[in-house]
């Protein structure tokens, strides 16, 4: 099975500020990549589809990269309603995995 | 719009078996995988496996094998996972989701096993 690393685990950033989640692929996974937001209660939403690709709806503020098995998803000037887990997954190989999460929140 | 409603949420007793739904609407029913996700309470997503309701073809995490079976009724655009042997381990949320990119989700259906 492909592992999701993800890091960090949880962080606590300001509004306005940038910050940055990565999950580090155990092998090639292409730009097979996607990034949820889930709130507390509720269902994942996509974010990012593809690595680097801006799903439906979703603020501009939010981005996706690939560096090699390296993928990250950066959100500027973090907004109050940016809190949550956020969670990547990989849909290279079956079984899809997802990364462990990283808990947000705001200061 | 596209629309994924799930069953309620369920008790059910150790060594049973329970069904759950979700009933798509606003596409196509038969041209998109359907998959289906467990989240522990306080835990992380874990994949379960995905159905493609236009020929019923399935793939499943081995994990999930003999514990999941999925299936899907095209005249009711219903998609159904049913769990068997139930544990304390299977209580969990249960979410489907549609292909591609799992941009869709059902609201997540509570399993409680407990005696």
């Known amino acids: 099975d492909i592992q999701m690393t993800q890091s960090p685990a949880s962080l606590s950033a300001s509004p306005e500020e940038i910050v940055t989640i990565t999950c580090q692929a155990s092998?090639?996974?292409?730009?097979?990549l996607a990034w949820y937001q889930q709130k507390p209660g509720k269902s994942p939403q996509l974010l990012i589809y593809?690595?680097?690709s801006l799903a439906d709806g979703i603020p501009s503020r939010f981005s996706g990269s690939r560096s090699g098995t390296q993928y990250s998803l950066k959100i500027s000037r973090l907004q109050v309603e940016d809190t949550g887990i956020y969670y990547c997954?990989?849909?290279?190989?079956?079984?899809?995995?997802f990364g462990g999460g990283t808990k947000l929140e705001l200061k | 719009q596209v629309q994924l409603q799930q069953s309620g949420a369920e008790l059910v007793k150790p060594g049973s078996s329970v069904k759950i739904s979700c009933k798509a609407s606003?596409?196509?029913?038969?041209?998109?995988?359907m998959h289906w996700i467990k989240q522990q309470p306080g835990n992380g997503l874990e994949w379960i496996g995905w159905?493609?309701?236009?020929?019923?073809?399935?793939k499943y995490n081995q994990k999930f094998n003999g514990k999941a079976t999925l299936t899907a009724d095209k005249s009711s655009s219903t998609a159904y996972m049913q769990l068997s042997s139930l544990t304390s381990e299977d209580s969990a949320v249960y979410f489907c989701?549609?292909?591609?990119?799992?941009?869709?989700w059902g609201q997540g259906v509570m399993v409680t096993v407990s005696s």
């Open positions: 989701a549609r292909s591609g990119n799992l941009g869709y």
């Open positions: 606003g596409y196509t029913f038969t041209s998109y995988d």
């Open positions: 159905i493609y309701p236009g020929n019923g073809n399935t």
């Open positions: 092998q090639d996974i292409g730009n097979w």
């Open positions: 593809s690595a680097t």
């Open positions: 997954l990989q849909r290279y190989s079956n079984p899809w995995t």
